[in-house]
């Protein structure tokens, strides 16, 4: 059983956003991390980090505010700081591995009715990140990450393409004949199309019998699936008449589902 990675998150009262952090990342993943928090110049925690912790549903059980005289010496394969303040009186750290450099604006002295709790989202996207990139050896990562933002957003630079894309993320699986139909456009130039999303990935294509389908390739990443279907909610105006097209397209081919 691998060793549970030791995170160090430093403020300087350790009152909010260290303290946001500590309870943050237990939340997020206590199997493969333990997370500790402490302060330059300790106080005690907030009750507003505690509300905005619990409305989150994230326990704010065992927090209490330390001084970073009563950590040194332990040891942390990561030393964060959450204000550059922090991070200037930050002294290097006996047994400590990476340090990471973090900067939120402090809620307290925010007027914003809403401080702690934009605070502590913001903490929690970072944190988010930060469990996916050292949480997975490089090797699993690099795996999952078989098509990459720039390959993806480059496939997508053309407009046919994207609708070709939506289209099918919508359908679930097209042929040649139906994005024709959908987007009234000769066959030639929507077959060059399926070409480039299928060389770099986006789709996979069958045979069935004289027909030939195509559908999001299986082995996407989660994130560009969520994006797609993300981007069709939000933009279906923009593919309306598409759609209407393809709906009122007669003799569609019929099908035999894809053996998976």
Known sequence: ?????????LCVANSSRSQMAEALLRHLDSEHFEAVSAGTAPTQVDPRTREALEHLGVSTAGLVSKSIEQVTGEPFDYVITLCDKSALECLSLPGAGEYIAWNFADPATSPQPDAYRRTLQEIHERLRMFVL???????????SASLSPVELFKCLADETRARIALLVSLEQELCVCELTAALDQVQPKISRHLALLRSCG???????????????????????TDMLKTTLANNIEWLRQDVQRLWQMRDRPGRKPACD
Do not use: C
């Not at 059983?1 to 998150?9: D, G, I, P």
């Not at 986006?202 to 560009?224: F, I, K, S």
């Open 1 to 9: 059983m691998n060793r549970r990675k030791r995170v160090l998150f």
């Open 133 to 143: 990139i050292t949480g997975k050896p490089a090797s699993a990562i690099a795996q």
């Open 202 to 224: 986006l789709l996979e294509d069958r045979r069935n019998g004289q027909w030939v389908y195509y559908r999001l390739h299986p082995q996407l990443p989660a994130w560009v």
